[in-house]
């Protein structure tokens, strides 16, 4: 078992890499009359129009290294943290960026027009990370989807020993199987009636809270974290490999384009999980390598969180209101420095907020 902590470098700018995926993604989607469409006809920014759709696995990505990362915290140098530290943390983590961002998006979406009333009740939404929307944000649903991770893990340890982490990685990890395999099954026979009933049933976000559409990331990077601290072995290596195989087959289904556009994205995906395993099985050998650029690394991971958070509302507000001001390139270029500029503050204002929360939480 790993007695110190890694910092795995290599997963930080992984997650620098994955939420720029993510803005390409959508931004490839901003269509001339503002907002966001799939019709390619209607969208500006023809020349990374490659990423629409296929830019969303980084999402997946996220989820991975999320399995990864909280199998980690939870198992603890030593012994397992309490439920209540365990979930501390993860809220000191996670909530102050979005704080911050949600008011952002909310200035955005109200100067650009939208009623104030409805804006307010999706910042409040979001900012509670309630299972029910809409958000203010595009992107608030994932985080809803970890919140739910969180709780589950905090449960388990709740629990005691007589449920270990790999457990429940495998117990989640088959019942989203199972579910992607009838996902997969549904949409094939999409001709049928009873697909043309159940499958828009199966595909509503309830269904991703509850974790069954995302659940085998989730599982392949607990499984991933077991396997570093307490060794490789070939059982838990062939789990891990099915449940990458039933995200392969998730992320297959997401992409709703054509088979090339959907075979782009299953080897984007297959280059981003690749990342995650080199940067987990020569951790150590990287950390020595990464030390003198330990910050560097260390921004790169940081500063993901806040562009995922504000590239979205935030970024189709800048896009719509420099379109037309400028060619398309110019659009793209100061929409673009204008997200990374934020996100640098956001991220520098976020530390102190966790700090003024950890104090907080912990009275």
Do not use: C
Not at 199 to 227: D, E, T
Not at 260 to 286: D, H, Q, T
Not at 342 to 362: D, G, N
């Amino acid at each position: 078992m790993l007695k110190t902590r890694i910092q795995f470098f290599a997963i930080d700018a992984v997650r620098l890499f994955s939420a720029l995926i993510v803005l390409l993604n959508h931004w490839a989607q901003f269509a001339r009359g503002g907002g966001v469409t799939q019709d390619s006809s209607l969208t500006i920014f023809g020349d990374i129009n490659v990423f629409s759709d296929v830019g969303a696995i980084g999402v997946e990505t996220f989820f991975i290294i999320s399995g990864f990362v909280i199998a980690m915290s939870a198992s603890g140098v030593g012994k397992p943290p309490s439920p209540r530290h365990f979930l501390t943390m993860r809220a000191i983590r996670l909530l102050p960026a979005l704080w911050i961002s949600a008011g952002i998006a909310f200035a955005a979406r109200t100067l650009s027009g939208e009623p104030v009333r409805s804006m307010a009740l999706a910042t409040m939404r979001s900012s509670v990370l309630s299972p029910i929307g809409p958000y203010i944000d595009g992107v608030v649903w994932s985080l809803v989807v970890e919140a739910v991770f969180y709780v589950l893990v905090g449960v388990l340890i709740l629990s005691g020993p007589r449920w270990k982490l790999e457990r429940l990685a495998v117990w989640l990890g088959v019942i989203s199987t199972i579910y992607i395999i009838t996902l997969s099954l549904l949409s094939a026979l999409s001709g049928l009636s009873i697909s043309a009933q159940l499958l828009p049933l199966l595909l509503r976000f309830p269904f991703k809270v509850l974790l069954l559409r995302h659940g085998v990331f989730f599982a392949a990077g607990m499984l991933l974290w077991s396997m570093k601290s307490n060794g490789f072995d070939r059982h838990k290596m062939a789990i891990m490999g099915i449940f990458l195989l039933a995200g392969l087959a998730e992320v297959v289904l997401s992409v709703e384009r054509t088979l090339v556009f959907r075979i782009l994205g299953a080897a984007l995906w297959i280059i981003s999980v690749a990342m995650v395993l080199a940067g987990v099985v020569w951790g150590e050998w990287l950390e020595q390598r990464l030390k003198n650029r330990r910050r560097i690394m260390q921004f790169m991971g940081g500063i993901s969180y806040p562009i995922y958070l504000n590239h979205y509302s935030l970024g189709m507000a800048l896009l719509a209101l420099l379109f037309g001001r400028s060619g398309t390139t110019a659009t793209f270029l100061l929409a673009f420095a204008a997200i990374m500029a934020i996100s640098v503050a956001v991220f520098a204002i976020e530390r102190p907020a966790q700090r003024k929360l950890k104090r907080l939480l912990a009275n």
